[in-house]
């Protein structure tokens, strides 16, 4: 059995030791500033005097479950009677051509009845009974629309406004604005489906251009302790040489930087190690369940085979966020396969009641405790929610399957927390969920959204790239007034 | 058409200026406020809605909507109208509306008749430095350095301006270290620094350089540089992130172009167009797949049926390579007029739809490296086929006997049939080769369809069930046994492989004909054969076949994809099953039989059925099934000959085995150029009028011409033009870009910082006489990279010291008055990029595996999928002990350790490197599997260089680490630590230093 014991910074002692040490270049309150804003005094080039708030913040955090594969607002979110009046008659097969697949089948209302809920009366399908009761929280976006109906593209899009791939992702672009609340966390964490990693893969959330320090850090729902890549070695070895190690280390970096006064990221370097000590210990301590109680393993189902990894992944996104993690993105189902079972995700071309069936019961089981989790410790104020999807799902059967094809025309997302009016829906699809009708939009409104309850003037956070001031909102983007609270 | 003036001088524009600021003296003029904010979009390169605001001329006549103005009143003015509109007619449409006083301005200028010579606006952005013509310079003459190197007397003038000192010459050994990773891109070993330090002759540092720049690993090292701007990669990208396997040989073409020193003009045109010039060089076939190794949207492009899907990612796709040669040529950043015109740099929609045609009739795809050395493999193969296949023929019939599936090709039995000839079930049509069926129509089943051929009595489509009677021959043979099917059929009983056959070997085994000899029958069919003693004795002498009795034998197989339970095959002599394989799958393998024949005439009936779990993949194949002699009197000399037959085949089968297969490379499909339309805010939904071909004004109208077509021209018409415009010693920007790009390398940062953006949105040159100076140098010296990487690093500028041992505090030293080191006053140091500190480490450990080119070393476990799946992996083997250049690169799963050290995503091109710092990265320097390894490695490698003594190791691991000879205190700390932790954790730790990542 190896030891994999914290080795990077051993004993407090010998840390105050150290940091008392540095008397040639950084003082110790010199260093923590720099550790605290390390990634800044690190990166490149800097957006020209934008790195603060731009307007007092609502929302600190930002909780955002991503449902890959397409899921269907037909079937969940967004009531169509419409449809229930045309189901069986076959729909436009000139405009059905159009689609993913290229055939149209049948109109087909949705498997799931709707009903109205709580003190808003907004609709809701049964798919999700957990997440009805917490409706007067939830904010939607029935206009969402994506500029390609291909899972890689349109997760892009979603994802960092752009469906080619290599632009920097929301939580890229809000922890370059923001930084970090802690050092002893990365500032933003992806928590990726246990099956497996969704479309596109970690492109998802890499900081394209942005510098490395923003791309998210893919944390491990196992509940082992080495939870993120190269946290521990890769071998067993003792406490004691690696602290040794260390200590040579850091004498070493020392003395080179002392004689090259005028270089700032030597010193970054050296911090960035004691920032790594922190890493380790702090990344074992909060993926560790076993902490919370067990009325909490019960809320957000963590021993149900099919619920608990999600389950999981939504308790440890509050953790995280407890502990001052900027930006948390939960992946609820993980890449297709070409296997004939259940999809690994929302991707329900042919059997949406196998596939929905299976995977609404997931999301609504992890994504009505962690609401319900977060408002009950008073941490909903501070936290935005947002659960979306790259597209929706056709409001007509996929030929003769008893499926739906992707459908970028029309899809719902929703928010909650974090500053937003609950219970309250903005825009609308056509009368079967066909394309967006009433006040359409992309991904752009629901980031510009986003970022300003964060404090941040979507037109104002740009990075210069290839010719381009970029923005995550490329040149579009309105904040959605209606939803805040 | 109008005289036009052109203005340029600024002398012309003081008069222009009076001339509007006599109407309004204390603010800006109305000349001034239209060419600063219209004549962008109605001016003399672009005409929106056919109105010109850069003559008065055009001013009074007005566009599609109308006159501009009305002379005299302000008021009843179009231009007031929409300069004011608070809508979305406002104009200009972009940036800031006119402030209030602009307007005042414009009505007063309009109502005062507006006052206006007969000069034109210049758009001023046509100014721009980039877009001027080199400009030759005399070399500074300085009285103290009067043979200096050009560069450093263009550095000295600036730092004399500012009053700054530039520091001295780095140490020997600082320079050797910079220069080894600079240009070969691994550490100079401790023999090297030692022989360099001691080489007191005046050319040493010479020697040096020209000795580094014709090493090989300089080849390796730059190709670096110039992958990251072409976003080279292995695999596709996108969601289903395929593999590339053919990328390769552009990736060494880059090496080998750089190693041979490729005049720079060459390497651009090769790259455009090497696959349309009319040498047919195999090597400028693979340099044009420069256009083809970004990424590439597989199921936008192929999978989608979706029309509307597939001409977004068309138009993505091009506008990548469109990016990718303007970006990497000229340093301009057409891509950004595709919605609309260039917000910064004169480039209308229009020129951005220009350049998309030039490469319209670029497709993505492998193809042949070299048509004629395919022809020339195929037609040796070809040859040795047709030898091969006349020797299996005569060896079939002479150990095989009567081959049932030559009969139901259409032959005797003994290889006259056609291969791929076969028979319907369901009705005994006869199906040629080329007659391929899915799944049969109209199928009734258990009707006997009688048959022409002799040998064959019938055949019929089973569906058989509990004591169901199955009829099988004409004579009225019935078969019972057979159990109920889908009554489903698919394509024909065939002479070897069916339609869509899944694969043709089983248990390793190829079966594919002429070899062996396949009878298939994809479920659900049924064949009954007439043997009539007759006719098998005239097939077999009794000399032959001495008893007159005869057996059937053979092998049987399911080859779908089914592992288990697939389908079942049936064999019945006389209408009783004598053999049955119920629930045959892959797994299975193949199935032996051999059944002796009863004396006189028979019926001899084989059967595949689907096992009650439908049709798909049901290929029942009887493998060499023939009717042959019980006791056959082989002669010795038909034995000799089955033998010396057998020998021969084997003999061809191994010279078809050996004959290399073409080369293939991932470039470039060319294709007649599809018409490409502007596109209206560029959807692909909303196209404009039809654009030819063109290249851009703004370098120069004459230039341009060379690269305007029509619409017939070809591929290669429009390419080479192309190619021809960049390539133009009239064009300046090529030459400022590339010159630019290797002094970015050598010292961290460019004359113009934004090495791929030369536009008004990019930075300025901060030594512009100095840029085109180099620029005219490559021009002149034939576009040789070498000679450029020389001037440059024989330089004093090169050879300075990065570290600045003054206290700084004193306001005129250099750090005060140039923190950012815009003057070069001192050499940048830099942090290794993420492959060359991979190298590095690989090269201190005594790793490095230095084989050049072909296919790159992958570490990572791949699995078939949909969208496959790459897992990176640490691998101890010493074909990924390669340098990173040879690193087979999966676009959408970046690897973990490299991009910790920013290593960028290939999905984007990467003309400057981010250089971050985060505790994750020093995470994985620390904990990594690759680090530990090398460090382990570096640990035997210290113990089989010097021993076992403590010291000894310290020393020699600290000069192979960093490059120099250790201190005592550092001898000392060392040590110490290889006696208390062990000599590995030494070696960790020095892997992990500032001083091992950095380099000064």
New interface residues.
Partial sequence: MSIKAPC?LPMQSSRRDWLGRIGSGLGMIACQALLHR??HA???PSPSGQRGLHHAPVAQHVIEIFCPGGLSHVDTWDYKPQLERLHGSPFDSELG???????AGKHAKSFWPFRQHGQSGLWISELFPKLAQCIDDMAFVHSMQS???????A?FMMNSGF????FPSMGSWVTYALGSQTENL?EFVVLPDPR?LP?????NW?S??L???H?G?VMEIGGSAEA????????S??A???Q???E??Q???RE??S?????T??E???A??E??G???MSVPEVVNLEQETEATHRLYGIEDPDAGPFGKQCLLARRLVERGVRFVQIYCGA????KKAIRPNWDSHEDIVRDHGYWGRILDTGASALIGDLKSRGLLESTLVICTSEFGRQPFMQGEQKGRDHNPGAFTAWMAGGGIRGGVAYGASDPIGFKAQENPTYCYDLHATALHLLGIDHQRLTF?H????RRLTDVHGKVIRELIA | MAMQVILRSSAAWLLLGGLALCQSPSSESALEILRDRCIQCHGQRIEEGKLRLDHRDGLLHGGESGKAIQLGHSAESLLIARVSATDETRMPPDGQALTQDQIEILRRFIDQGAPWGNQNLQDSRMDHWAWQPLRPTNVPWLDTQSDANPIDRFLAVAMSKRGVEPLPRASRKELIRRLSFDVVGAPPSPEEVQEYETDLSEDAWERLVDRMLASPQYGERWARHWLDIAHYADTHGFERDQRRDHAWPYRDWVIDALNTDLPYDQFILHQIAGDVLPDKDPRSTIASSFLAVGPWDFVGQVETPSPVIKRLARADDLDDIVTQVMTSFCGVTVHCARCHHHKLDPVGQQEYYGLTAIFSGVKRGDRLVWQDEAQAIEATRSQLKGRKLAIDQELLKLSHGLLLADIVGGGNGFGTGLIGVGVDPSTAGLKQPHEKSGFLDGVVANRLNPTENPWIDSVFVPDGGAGKELAISQSGKIARGIPATGAKVWDAIRNGPVNSQFSTSLDGVDCAPPGHSMLSLHANAGITFRLKADLLDQSFSPQENPSGRFVFSGMVGYFGQTPTQGADAYILVDGQVVNKFPGLGRDDGLKSFRIELPKGDSLLTLIATDHGNGIGHDQICFIDASIAPLDPNTSAQQKDRIESLAKESGLLQGELDRLPEPRKVYGVLSETPASIRLLHRGNTEEPGQEVLPSALACVGPNLASIARLDAQSTDAQRRLGLAQWICSEENPLPARVIVNRLWHHHFGKGIVATPSDFGLGGALPSHPELLDWLALQLQQGGWSLKRLHRLILLSEAYRRSSIDAHSGTQENSARVIDAGNELLWRQNPRRLDAESLRDAMLSVAGSSNGTMHGPGYRDFEYQEEYAPVYRHQVLDSPEVFRRSIYRFVVRTTPHPFLTSLDCPNPATMTPVRNTTTTAIQSLATLNNAFVLQQSERFANRLQSDVGQDARQQAIRAIQLAFSRSPTPEEIDSATDLIQNAGLFHLCRTLLNTNEFIYVD
């Fill in positions: 990077i390390s990634s690190m990166a490149g051509k159009q689609t993913f697949a290229g055939v500029k390609s109906a291909l899972h890689g593209p997760m469906i080619q791939p290599g990365p497996g479309p596109g893969g970690i492109i890499g394209g251009f510098p490395a320090v791309q850090t993120i890549g190269d946290l521990f070695p890769a071998r070895m003792s004691q040489s690696q040794r190690s260390i040579l280390l004498k070493w970096n080179h930087s004689q090259r006064q005028a270089d990221l030597l970054a370097r050296i960035s190690f920032l790594a922190k890493l380790q890449e297709n396969t070409s210069y290839n010719g381009i001031q």
